[in-house]
């Protein structure tokens, strides 16, 4: 199923809207409340807030609630209450003192086994590092991640609970029964289930059974259990294992295939927090918003300050500029890079010319010795450039006389997902597909579960077919599938469709944070769906390979959850810091990590701080703490309101005076100057580190300049004599001159010969 290229779709055109799911659905809105407000009379507040209601309502409208009730009360990291209110109530609701603010229901949409042993958790023999994380977290044993996702295929054998210990005894959540799930799917493994109503809207199961795929593949890539012989039609076969193999999974299905509700998303933040989980797997998103603006931010921030570490997607809109959602710095924001393993297919033109592509195709293969004809559906000459939206094979568009037997050439990113445009091929007897990238993403490739021959090509590959078309009276070629090919280099890549920074409302927070594998991962997938979603597709497959920031996100969960598991007394903002501090930036060549989009070097804005190394997060020396008044401070100097910041914090602040945005504890730096303001070319930052390896250790600061700017550091070494030491230090950053166009980027890195903790430092012109 295509769910990359659904996001990519769907907010390209924007077609969000004619998903929701019906018109009263729209008219469902978020009531953020303010508490401490609630007078004494009433003893719980839901009798409250139906007093407010009652007070905003007619006879007649009231009535209404008392029998469909609310949509939702939120008690843990959100307070307030959803509901169904007319536009009159709404104006009315939003003039009541205790109302911090009012959010219409918004959609969002849904954003290996290869990839432990990519992590360096598991060496290919499957033995994990000697007392590496997994050991010393027990791979995460005593740690509950919660899924917020399309649900769960509870049969599937990568939740199975052979072996492990009773459940956390910090859990408190629920098997809630529903359709097709009794409490019995539920065990020491998937130990809760629950489901809100947007998720089973029009079609799926009316409970936590996953009908899509997605919520299954996450949550058995963040934690599913090692199974024996997995592949996904012979491809990647090997065991397939999640990253914390035995931390406990909560599931809370707040997704439909394409439509995941904020009334509903509000609630399962609220649940799971209540509930207990240690960690939030959110491998969805939309559009970024301000904070105070965004109801997901604030339940987001509830999370954290319940010392819930939220790990989410960055979105699936790369290689766009400022593209990066899910940006709350108080979250971790996962974009992906690929793998040194890739699934090759090459096409073969009958002038020798080899091009090679990607597939997953693993039916009957073409003839190698036979070259068939190659058919394309629009006349191109070797310099035109693929349409924006490719038209070629549209459904219904291709007429079998003219394409049995032929090799049909195909655009990606058209009117359909690219296996399904392999259908309209299939079904007008075409004998194989060339998918040639209309270059949204650049040189990105990105394999699929096709059903006939295919090769997925690069524009550039694209062109060179192109003039071999104009320059060939009769052009022919074979297609190739090579399988599955490991020790590819260079990998990591960013991949093309990875969401980038910078940040859209903040020029002191670099995002996205970190990335990690999100390209072609093998996960569990349910019974009875067919890998590619199209209608002729009846394969049953127990592993699909699918692509997506979306797969990216519960790697992170996974990591963050041995991380947990090995110091249980880590905040969210610490494991973060140890993720962010210990990432790298050389990929498997020894280059800086390239941008798949252009096979440029990538930036931070890419990769934020780099690669997700999980070993080297176990013990990373320093740590950059932050707390929830850090938060209140940040969001004093970025010129939010006292009351806009609390309706983020829920509580009144008073800001302090003089504070600057880029003071914010964060793992890693970023400054803005203003163009206007050229006598500023100047930022002083301060960042407070904690040492939190057991010895006394000393170390020494070494800086990677900008081009044009040069960063100090004081003091330039740091001496820790004892574990939980703090010592701050202050980065100067100026710039000679300020004639770049956005953004230069260098990097600081503290060393004690041992450990390096690495920091990103943006400087931006704002
Ligand atoms: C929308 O849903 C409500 C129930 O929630 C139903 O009564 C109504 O008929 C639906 N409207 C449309 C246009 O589907
Ligand atoms: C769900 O339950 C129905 C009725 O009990 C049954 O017919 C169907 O096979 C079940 N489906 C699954 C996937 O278990
Ligand atoms: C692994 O799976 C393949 C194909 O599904 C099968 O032929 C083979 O017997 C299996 N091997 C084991 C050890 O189960
Ligand atoms: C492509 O253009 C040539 C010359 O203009 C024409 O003869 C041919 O029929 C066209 N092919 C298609 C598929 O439109
Ligand atoms: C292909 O043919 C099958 C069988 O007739 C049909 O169900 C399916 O909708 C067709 N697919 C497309 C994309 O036209
Ligand atoms: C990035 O790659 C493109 C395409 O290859 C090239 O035109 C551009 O100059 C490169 N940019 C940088 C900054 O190297
Ligand atoms: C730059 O500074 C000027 C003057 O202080 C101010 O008016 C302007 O809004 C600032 N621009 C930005 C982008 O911060």
Same mark, same amino acid.
């Given at each position: 199923?295509?769910?990359?290229?659904?996001?990519?779709?769907?907010?390209?055109?924007?077609?969000?809207?004619?998903?929701?799911?019906?018109?009263?659905?729209?008219?469902?809105?978020?009531?953020?409340?303010?508490?401490? *407000?609630?007078?004494?009379?009433?003893? +719980?507040? $839901?009798?409250?807030?139906?007093?407010? /209601?009652? !007070? &905003?309502? =007619?006879?007649?409208?009231?009535?209404?609630?008392?029998?469909?009730?609310?949509?939702?009360?939120?008690?843990?990291?959100?307070?307030?209450?959803?509901?169904?209110?007319?536009?009159?109530?709404?104006?009315?609701?939003?003039?009541?003192?205790?109302?911090?603010?009012?959010?219409?229901?918004?959609?969002?949409?849904?954003?290996?086994?290869?990839?432990?042993?990519?992590?360096?958790?598991?060496?290919?023999?499957?033995?994990?590092?000697?007392?590496?994380?997994?050991?010393?977290?027990?791979?995460?044993?005593?740690?509950?991640?919660?899924? *917020?996702?399309?649900?769960?295929?509870? +049969?599937? $054998?990568?939740?199975?609970?052979?072996? /492990?210990? !009773? &459940?956390? =005894?910090?859990?408190?959540?629920?098997?809630?029964?529903?359709?097709?799930?009794?409490?019995?799917?539920?065990?020491?493994?998937?130990?809760?289930?629950?489901?809100?109503?947007?998720?089973?809207?029009?079609?799926?199961?009316?409970?936590?059974?996953?009908?899509?795929?997605?919520?299954?593949?996450?949550?058995?890539?963040?934690?599913?259990?090692?199974?024996?012989?997995?592949?996904?039609?012979?491809?990647?076969?090997?065991?397939?294992?999640?990253?914390?193999?035995?931390?406990?999974?909560?599931?809370?299905?707040?997704?439909?295939?394409?439509?995941?509700?904020?009334?509903?998303?509000?609630?399962?933040?609220?649940?799971?927090?209540?509930?207990?989980?240690?960690?939030?797997?959110?491998?969805?998103?939309?559009?970024?918003?301000?904070?105070?603006?965004?109801?997901?931010?604030?339940?987001?921030?509830?999370?954290?300050?319940?010392?819930?570490?939220?790990?989410?997607?960055?979105?699936?809109?790369?290689?766009?500029?400022?593209?990066?959602?899910?940006?709350?710095?108080?979250?971790?924001?996962?974009?992906?890079?690929?793998?040194?393993?890739?699934?090759?297919?090459?096409?073969?033109?009958?002038?020798?010319?080899?091009?090679?592509?990607?597939?997953?195709?693993?039916?009957?293969?073409?003839?190698?010795?036979?070259?068939?004809?190659?058919?394309?559906?629009?006349?191109?000459?070797?310099?035109?450039?693929?349409?924006?939206?490719?038209?070629?094979?549209?459904?219904?568009?291709?007429?079998?006389?003219?394409?049995?037997?032929?090799?049909?050439?195909?655009?990606?990113?058209?009117?359909?997902?690219?296996?399904?445009?392999?259908?309209?091929?299939?079904?007008?007897?075409?004998?194989?597909?060339?998918?040639?990238?209309?270059?949204?993403?650049?040189?990105?490739?990105?394999?699929?579960?096709?059903?006939?021959?295919?090769?997925?090509?690069?524009?550039?590959?694209?062109?060179?077919?192109?003039?071999?078309?104009?320059?060939?009276?009769?052009?022919?070629?074979?297609?190739?599938?090579?399988?599955?090919?490991?020790?590819?280099?260079?990998?990591?890549?960013?991949?093309?469709?990875?969401?980038?920074?910078?940040?859209?409302?903040?020029?002191?927070?670099?995002?996205?944070?970190?990335?990690?594998?999100?390209?072609?991962?093998?996960?569990?997938?349910?019974?009875?769906?067919?890998?590619?979603?199209?209608?002729?597709?009846?394969?049953?497959?127990?592993?699909?390979?699918?692509?997506?920031?979306?797969?990216?996100?519960?790697?992170?969960?996974?990591?963050?959850?041995?991380?947990?598991?090995?110091?249980?007394?880590?905040?969210?903002?610490?494991?973060?810091?140890?993720?962010?501090?210990?990432?790298?930036?050389?990929?498997?060549?020894?280059?800086?990590?390239?941008?798949?989009?252009?096979?440029?070097?990538?930036?931070?804005?890419?990769?934020?701080?780099?690669?997700?190394?999980?070993?080297?997060?176990?013990?990373?020396?320093?740590?950059?703490?932050?707390?929830?008044?850090?938060?209140?401070?940040?969001?004093?100097?970025?010129?939010?309101?006292?009351?806009?910041?609390?309706?983020?914090?829920?509580?009144?602040?008073?800001?302090?005076?003089?504070?600057?945005?880029?003071?914010?504890?964060?793992?890693?730096?970023?400054?803005?100057?203003?163009?206007?303001?050229?006598?500023?070319?100047?930022?002083?930052?301060?960042?407070?580190?904690?040492?939190?390896?057991?010895?006394?250790?000393?170390?020494?600061?070494?800086?990677?300049?900008?081009?044009?700017?040069?960063?100090?550091?004081?003091?330039?070494?740091?001496?820790?004599?004892?574990?939980?030491?703090?010592?701050?230090?202050?980065?100067?950053?100026?710039?000679?001159?300020?004639?770049?166009?956005?953004?230069?980027?260098?990097?600081?890195?503290?060393?004690?010969?041992?450990?390096?903790?690495?920091?990103?430092?943006?400087?931006?012109?704002?």
């Amino acid at each position: 199923m295509g769910f990359l290229w659904a996001l990519v779709f769907f907010s390209l055109l924007n077609l969000s809207s004619s998903f929701q799911p019906n018109s009263t659905d729209s008219q469902k809105y978020i009531i953020r409340v303010s508490n401490d *407000l609630k007078p004494s009379m009433f003893s +719980e507040v $839901e009798q409250w807030y139906r007093s407010t /209601l009652r !007070s &905003i309502s =007619s006879s007649l409208e009231f009535q209404r609630f008392e029998e469909t009730d609310f949509v939702h009360v939120y008690k843990t990291v959100f307070h307030g209450f959803a509901a169904e209110l007319t536009p009159r109530q709404v104006e009315l609701i939003k003039t009541r003192q205790e109302v911090l603010a009012v959010y219409p229901n918004r959609i969002l949409q849904l954003h290996t086994t290869h990839s432990p042993q990519f992590l360096g958790l598991i060496n290919d023999n499957f033995i994990p590092t000697p007392s590496g994380l997994s050991e010393e977290s027990d791979y995460g044993s005593n740690v509950i991640i919660g899924v *917020l996702d399309t649900g769960v295929w509870p +049969e599937k $054998e990568s939740y199975n609970d052979k072996g /492990l210990d !009773s &459940i956390p =005894s910090h859990w408190k959540g629920e098997c809630v029964e529903g359709q097709n799930f009794t409490k019995s799917h539920c065990n020491k493994k998937l130990i809760g289930a629950r489901f809100f109503p947007g998720s089973f809207y029009r079609k799926g199961y009316k409970s936590a059974r996953d009908s899509d795929g997605h919520g299954t593949h996450t949550s058995s890539t963040a934690a599913g259990r090692e199974v024996l012989n997995a592949s996904s039609f012979g491809f990647a076969s090997g065991i397939a294992t999640g990253i914390a193999r035995k931390a406990r999974i909560a599931v809370y299905k707040i997704c439909s295939t394409f439509a995941c509700p904020t009334v509903d998303i509000i609630a399962a933040y609220d649940k799971a927090v209540e509930d207990g989980v240690d960690i939030i797997s959110f491998s969805l998103g939309g559009p970024a918003h301000p904070y105070h603006l965004d109801p997901i931010a604030i339940a987001q921030f509830g999370a954290m300050a319940n010392n819930v570490l939220v790990s989410a997607s960055a979105g699936n809109s790369g290689p766009s500029s400022a593209s990066v959602e899910n940006i709350p710095p108080w979250i971790t924001t996962v974009g992906a890079g690929t793998m040194d393993r890739r699934f090759p297919s090459d096409l073969i033109l009958a002038d020798g010319t080899i091009l090679t592509g990607v597939s997953l195709y693993s039916g009957q293969a073409l003839s190698q010795k036979t070259f068939f004809p190659l058919w394309y559906a629009k006349n191109m000459s070797a310099n035109s450039i693929p349409s924006y939206f490719g038209t070629a094979c549209m459904p219904g568009s291709l007429d079998p006389r003219l394409v049995t037997g032929k090799i049909v050439i195909c655009e990606s990113e058209g009117y359909a997902p690219p296996t399904l445009t392999g259908e309209v091929v299939k079904n007008a007897s075409g004998v194989g597909m060339v998918l040639v990238n209309v270059g949204r993403t650049g040189e990105s490739l990105v394999a699929d579960a096709h059903i006939l021959p295919t090769a997925a090509i690069t524009v550039s590959s694209g062109k060179k077919l192109f003039s071999y078309l104009a320059s060939s009276k009769d052009p022919h070629a074979t297609i190739v599938s090579r399988g599955t090919k490991l020790n590819i280099k260079p990998a990591p890549v960013v991949t093309g469709f990875s969401s980038r920074g910078p940040h859209l409302y903040s020029v002191s927070i670099i995002k996205p944070d970190l990335i990690a594998p999100g390209v072609e991962i093998l996960a569990a997938w349910p019974d009875g769906l067919s890998p590619t979603d199209t209608p002729s597709d009846k394969r049953n497959t127990g592993f699909n390979i699918i692509s997506g920031t979306s797969m990216s996100c519960p790697h992170i969960s996974g990591v963050a959850a041995m991380l947990k598991g090995a110091h249980p007394d880590w905040s969210p903002s610490r494991i973060k810091s140890a993720m962010m501090t210990t990432s790298y930036i050389v990929d498997n060549a020894g280059n800086h990590i390239l941008d798949e989009a252009t096979y440029n070097v990538s930036t931070p804005w890419d990769y934020g701080s780099g690669h997700v190394d999980p070993e080297k997060a176990l013990d990373p020396g320093l740590v950059y703490d932050l707390t929830v008044s850090d938060y209140v401070d940040y969001l004093c100097a970025s010129g939010y309101s006292e009351k806009n910041i609390a309706t983020i914090t829920r509580k009144m602040v008073s800001c302090k005076k003089g504070l600057k945005t880029w003071d914010i504890n964060y793992p890693s730096i970023a400054v803005g100057f203003n163009q206007t303001d050229v006598l500023k070319y100047e930022a002083t930052v301060t960042r407070t580190a904690t040492h939190v390896s057991k010895d006394a250790s000393t170390y020494t600061v070494k800086i990677d300049n900008p081009p044009d700017v040069l960063i100090t550091v004081e003091p330039s070494k740091l001496e820790f004599s004892q574990k939980e030491q703090k010592l701050s230090y202050v980065v100067k950053i100026s710039a000679k001159k300020f004639n770049y166009p956005t953004s230069v980027f260098g990097r600081m890195t503290w060393e004690n010969g041992k450990q390096s903790v690495g920091m990103p430092i943006a400087v931006t012109q704002s």
